[in-house]
């Protein structure tokens, strides 16, 4: 993992407890006034439904944390590899 990692409260995060990685090339991002919710999951084959396996429920506050660390993050990944291709464009909307 690169350098661009932002923590919210602490600069270390307790990692003992953490299940296994997933890859997803799915999100869906959803809110109300007081909650993000960010689904993630796997689209295998073109046409069929995404799999969606995790869903974060976050505050405003932290969702906002979460982007600034993002956008730093893809400045940073720019900056070595030049900008993201996108291959393909989702159908539905959503990211894929």
Known sequence: MSDARKTTD?????RTGMGEGRYANYAEIGHNAH???FDFGQVWLEGEPARVYM????NPQTA???HEALDAALSMYRDSFGDVRHDRQPENGKTA
Not at 55 to 58: G, Q
């Open 10 to 14: 602490s600069e270390q995060a307790d």
């Open 35 to 37: 909650e993000f919710i």
């Open 55 to 58: 869903r974060v429920v976050t």
């Open 64 to 66: 906002e944390n979460l």
